[in-house]
C-alpha cells in the first residue's frame, strides 16, 4: 500500500473537509502527509480553507481509525485511488467535486477510451429492457466500458447485458465495499468482479443510506463520456444523473417512450427540454460522440501523434494551442462539437501527453 494512505483516509475522515475543500488543499501541497504536518498558519492560508478547517486538521485524532480501513482494504485486495493517482479516473479530475479517495475492486480500466452510464427506472418494462439489451449488444463490438449503479431495474439489465455480450461493466455502489446492496445483486457483484468491477466513495461498514444515493449519481455521471437514460418518470435518481452529467459538461441521451407512459415521462421531458439527445441505437451514439476514429496509444513521438488525431481532437487541440491557457466553458463554446466529444477528445489528449490539466478546469499545450 501507498505509505501516504493513512493520511489520505485521514483527510477524507476530517470535520468540514468536503470533496472541494480536499481538492484544494491537494492542489496546495504535494502529499496528503504534508497537509496534516503543515502549520495551521500555512494551513489557514489556503484559499477557501480558513482557520477553522485548518484547526480540524491539526486536532484529527482518527488515525486508528484510518488504520483498521487500511486492514480491511489489504485483505480483501481493495484498491485505493486518490486524487492523485495515476490510475484515478481522469473524467473526474475534470469535475468540481472530485471523490478524494475512491475504493475500487476488479479489473477494468476505469481510464477507458470510452466510457457510458446507462441509467433509468427500477420499476422497468419489457420496453426498457429490449432498449438497453439492443443498444449494450450492437456496441458490443466497440470496447466500450458500461457503467451503472448496480440498482434495481434499468442498471441491473445494463450490468446483465454487458457482461452477456462480453463488455466490461463497473458498479458504482453507494455504500462500503463489504456488502452489497441490494443483496439479490450479490452474485451479479461477483460476476462483475471477473469482468469489470466494483466503485465506491465510501469506506467499509458505511450502510446504504438513500442521502448516499445522490452522491453516488454524481460518480456515475462524471465518470463517464455520456450517459443514457432508459425509462425515468419525471422525478427520481435518473434525472438527477442526467442533470449532474449535464453540469459536468458530459453528453446526455435519452430513449424516447409513448406519450402516455408514465415511465416515459422522464426521457421525453430531457428530450422536449433540449436537455437529452433523442437516442435510437450505436451509429447515432459513435457519431455524436466522434468514436468513429478512436485509436490505441502507441507513440511518444509528438508530431506523429498529431498526424493521427481525429477531426474532434484535432480541432480541440487547435484551439488550446491558440491561447496561453482555456476554460472548459470556452472550449465548450467554441469548438461546435458536442460537450461528450470536447470531454472524449480531452481525455485522449491527455493520456498522451498533448495537453496538460490545470487547477479551475483550465487546460494548456504540455510543456
Given at each position: 500500500?501507498?505509505?501516504?494512505?493513512?493520511?489520505?483516509?485521514?483527510?477524507?475522515m476530517t470535520?468540514n473537509?468536503?470533496?472541494?475543500h480536499?481538492?484544494?488543499?491537494?492542489?496546495?501541497?504535494?502529499?496528503?502527509?504534508?497537509?496534516?504536518?503543515?502549520?495551521a498558519?500555512?494551513?489557514?492560508?489556503?484559499?477557501?480553507i480558513?482557520?477553522?478547517?485548518?484547526?480540524?486538521?491539526?486536532?484529527f485524532r482518527g488515525?486508528?481509525?484510518?488504520?483498521e480501513?487500511?486492514?480491511f482494504?489489504e485483505k480483501?485486495?481493495?484498491?485505493?485511488?486518490?486524487?492523485?493517482?495515476?490510475?484515478?479516473?481522469?473524467?473526474?479530475?475534470?469535475?468540481?467535486?472530485?471523490?478524494t479517495?475512491?475504493?475500487?475492486?476488479?479489473?477494468?480500466?476505469?481510464n477507458?477510451?470510452?466510457?457510458?452510464?446507462?441509467v433509468?427506472?427500477r420499476n422497468?418494462?419489457?420496453?426498457g429492457r429490449?432498449a438497453?439489451e439492443?443498444?449494450v449488444?450492437?456496441?458490443?463490438?466497440?470496447?466500450?466500458?458500461?457503467?451503472?449503479?448496480?440498482?434495481?431495474?434499468?442498471d441491473?439489465?445494463?450490468?446483465?447485458?454487458?457482461l452477456?455480450?462480453?463488455?466490461?461493466?463497473?458498479?458504482?455502489?453507494?455504500h462500503?465495499?463489504d456488502?452489497?446492496?441490494?443483496?439479490?445483486?450479490?452474485q451479479?457483484?461477483?460476476?462483475m468482479?471477473?469482468?469489470?468491477?466494483?466503485?465506491t466513495?465510501?469506506?467499509?461498514?458505511?450502510?446504504?443510506?438513500?442521502?448516499h444515493?445522490?452522491?453516488?449519481?454524481r460518480?456515475?455521471?462524471?465518470?463517464?463520456d455520456?450517459?443514457?437514460?432508459?425509462?425515468?418518470g419525471i422525478?427520481?435518481g435518473?434525472?438527477i444523473?442526467?442533470?449532474?452529467?449535464?453540469?459536468?459538461?458530459?453528453?446526455?441521451?435519452?430513449i424516447?417512450?409513448r406519450?402516455?407512459?408514465?415511465?416515459?415521462?422522464?426521457?421525453?421531458?430531457?428530450?422536449q427540454?433540449?436537455?437529452a439527445?433523442?437516442?435510437?441505437?450505436?451509429?447515432?451514439?459513435v457519431?455524436?460522440?466522434?468514436?468513429?476514429?478512436?485509436?490505441?496509444?502507441?507513440?511518444?513521438n509528438?508530431?506523429?501523434?498529431?498526424?493521427?488525431?481525429?477531426?474532434?481532437?484535432?480541432q480541440?487541440?487547435?484551439?488550446?494551442?491558440?491561447?496561453e491557457?482555456i476554460?472548459?466553458?470556452d472550449?465548450s463554446?467554441?469548438?461546435?462539437?458536442?460537450?461528450?466529444?470536447?470531454?472524449?477528445?480531452?481525455?485522449?489528449?491527455?493520456?498522451?501527453?498533448?495537453?496538460?490539466c490545470?487547477?479551475?478546469?483550465?487546460?494548456?499545450?504540455?510543456?
Open positions: 500500500m501507498n505509505p501516504d494512505l493513512l493520511y489520505q483516509l485521514s483527510l477524507c470535520d473537509i468536503g470533496h472541494v480536499a481538492k484544494i488543499l491537494c492542489d496546495a501541497f504535494p502529499s496528503a502527509r504534508d497537509i496534516f504536518e503543515a502549520p498558519s500555512e494551513l489557514s492560508r489556503v484559499e477557501g480558513g482557520k477553522i478547517r485548518a484547526q480540524n486538521i491539526k486536532k488515525f486508528k481509525k484510518a488504520e480501513e487500511i486492514a482494504m480483501y485486495r481493495i484498491k485505493p485511488l486518490f486524487l492523485k493517482d495515476p490510475d484515478y479516473p481522469r473524467r473526474l479530475l475534470h469535475c468540481y467535486d472530485p471523490p479517495l475512491l475504493f475500487y475492486k476488479g479489473p477494468a480500466d476505469l477507458a477510451s470510452r466510457i457510458i452510464a446507462i433509468g427506472s422497468h418494462t419489457d420496453y429490449q438497453v439492443k443498444l449488444k450492437e456496441i458490443s463490438g466497440d470496447s466500450i466500458l458500461v457503467v451503472s449503479g448496480l440498482a434495481y431495474g434499468i441491473a439489465l445494463a450490468h446483465k447485458a454487458a452477456k455480450n462480453q463488455l466490461a461493466t463497473v458498479g458504482v455502489i453507494g462500503g465495499l456488502k452489497i446492496y441490494p443483496a439479490e445483486h450479490t451479479l457483484a461477483r460476476e468482479l471477473l469482468q469489470g468491477g466494483l466503485l466513495e465510501f469506506p467499509s461498514h458505511t450502510p446504504p443510506d438513500k442521502y444515493f445522490p452522491s453516488r449519481n460518480i456515475v455521471a462524471g465518470i463517464s455520456a450517459v443514457i437514460v432508459v425509462e425515468s422525478k427520481g435518473s434525472m444523473t442526467a442533470d449532474l452529467a449535464a453540469g459536468y459538461h458530459r453528453d446526455v441521451f435519452a424516447p417512450g406519450i402516455n407512459d408514465a415511465h416515459s415521462a422522464g426521457c421525453n421531458r430531457l428530450i427540454q433540449n436537455k439527445m433523442l437516442l435510437t441505437g450505436k451509429d447515432q451514439l457519431e455524436t460522440m466522434g468514436w468513429e476514429s478512436i485509436r490505441p496509444l502507441h507513440t511518444n509528438r508530431e506523429e501523434l498529431l498526424t493521427e488525431l481525429s477531426p474532434e481532437e484535432k480541440v487541440y487547435q484551439l488550446i494551442e491558440s491561447g491557457i476554460s472548459m466553458d472550449l463554446q467554441t469548438a461546435g462539437i458536442s460537450a461528450g466529444a470536447i470531454a472524449s477528445a480531452i481525455l485522449q489528449l491527455e493520456m498522451e501527453h498533448l495537453i496538460e490545470l487547477p479551475g478546469k483550465l487546460f494548456r499545450i504540455s510543456r
